[in-house]
């Protein structure tokens, strides 16, 4: 009890026993990039030619909003009256709804964790083989035959994975974060400006109001719900909002860090996604290529688009962990209390291999955590389609992770009274949130049917 005193005192113990939290602002806001801009950006402008310019850049904004009063609502729900804090999402959903809700809660959350993983799969190895592509057409001419396969990539992709599932924690992946972080925005950024130099060497801006035309209405509003799918998987990242919340120290309170850096992080993000979907569309009008980076709209210069593309590897080595890490902790909690006297679940095992360090492995998370990775592997063989996996991701997250649930939460919390303004207000804007995803769901779910049979 004394040592347990003097490691609160000494700041290096939190209020509940466990390692003191030491993240801050900015450690904060690097996380929140690392989990928002991921392969999301370069489906924006896609989306953006399939909306048109009216419809393309108000959606982008409606969502940046939304995502914003999602992450409001959420951050206020991370410690209870009593002072409790909700380390997870689930942890929250269980205080405040009940356990039924937590099991439908803990079943969307873990599986659009994995579909994000998926999606970092199929992202990564399409960026690999666009390295290679465009190398083959800088060599041999742009109309040259340059055609790679992906499965050999994935299969990198999950080999390195593998070893980086091995990472402990949340609270050990500052600095994974601030890599990822600086990555996306520096591919972001050569997204943004090669759009701009191709619409200054076309000396117009190319696309229209009403977008890419489509051969009827219902192929039109097919694409286009699936663009609001699409642009629905760029932005929320509420899923794992508590989780990055539980790293940071206190005071100030962890809610008004969280805001403050919820509002930046967004703010940031909004603008790369307005420059690299509105540029993208500016530039090549109705040929806009589903990934901006990938599908080869730019060729030159080369070496700029494999650095790119590098860039976009970089940082999806760390997006993966970011979204992969709170499905180990649950899965691995559950498997500890479940089977509190196995030594396969509990044991740690230290081990030291030659020119390295010694490190502790425990074998159940290593098997599970490997079997976890090659999973996802053998899911986006499968399904290797970039834009109807974003999507359907998107869609199926949207509503009932980044809305239903804060604002239920939020309303229990706040002790809001039914049919007040405030409840009235909260109850539209889900609703609304709600159809948006129905649309997108449908028109993704259409448009991934369509590619796998055709």
Not at 89 to 117: E, H, I
Not at 245 to 269: C, G, R, Y
């Amino acid at each position: 009890m004394v040592q347990h005193s003097l490691e609160l005192a000494n700041g290096t113990c939190d209020d509940d026993g466990h390692p003191a939290r030491t993240g801050t602002l900015w450690s904060c806001v690097a996380h929140i990039i690392t989990a928002v801009i991921g392969s999301g950006v370069l489906s924006l402008a896609w989306s953006t030619s399939q909306l048109g310019w009216v419809a393309g850049p108000i959606a982008l904004l409606i969502f940046a909003i939304i995502t914003y009063l999602s992450s409001f609502l959420l951050s206020d729900c991370y410690r209870s009256d009593d002072g409790t804090r909700n380390k997870s999402y689930m942890d929250a959903v269980q205080l405040y709804l009940g356990r039924k809700r937590t099991w439908m809660c803990a079943l969307l959350q873990n599986l659009s964790l994995y579909g994000t993983d998926i999606a970092y799969v199929i992202t990564t190895s399409a960026c690999m083989r666009a390295i290679q592509k465009s190398n083959c057409y800088h060599r041999e001419g742009h109309n040259a035959p340059c055609s790679y396969g992906d499965i050999h990539y994935m299969l990198l992709f999950g080999a390195v994975q593998v070893v980086m599932s091995q990472i402990p924690n949340f609270h050990s992946m500052t600095w994974l974060s601030v890599v990822a972080a600086i990555m996306s925005f520096t591919y972001s950024f050569i997204g943004f400006g090669l759009g701009f130099a191709q619409v200054i060497e076309n000396g117009r801006i190319k696309g229209s109001i009403t977008g890419v035309p489509a051969a009827s209405v219902a192929d039109k509003l097919w694409l286009a719900f699936q663009a609001l799918g699409d642009i629905a998987f760029a932005y929320p990242y509420s899923i794992i909002l508590l989780e990055i919340q539980d790293t940071l120290k206190s005071p100030p309170p962890e809610n008004k860090t969280m805001k403050m850096a919820s509002m930046i992080a967004i703010f940031v993000t909004t603008f790369f996604y307005l420059c690299c979907g509105c540029f993208g569309y500016a530039a090549f009008g109705n040929n806009t290529p589903g990934n901006l980076l990938t599908g080869f709209g730019f060729f030159e210069p080369y070496w700029l688009i494999d650095f790119a593309n590098a860039c976009i590897v970089l940082h999806l080595v760390g997006g993966y962990q970011i979204f992969c890490q709170p499905v180990f902790a649950f899965v691995e909690r559950w498997f500890t209390n479940k089977f509190p006297s196995s030594g396969f679940v509990n044991n740690l095992y230290t081990v030291k291999l030659p020119l390295l360090p010694s490190f502790q492995m425990n074998p159940f998370k290593i098997c599970f955590r490997t079997a976890y990775v090659a999973s996802t592997v053998v899911d986006a063989m499968i399904f290797p389609y970039f834009n109807q996996v974003l999507g359907v991701l998107g869609a199926l997250n949207f509503w009932p992770l980044a809305i239903y649930f804060p604002v239920e939460m939020y309303l229990v919390q706040k002790k809001i009274q039914p049919w007040t303004r405030k409840w009235l207000v909260l109850r539209t804007f889900s609703f609304f949130c709600l159809l948006v995803t129905i649309v997108g769901l449908i028109g993704s779910i259409q448009g991934l049917v369509s590619a796998k049979l055709g």
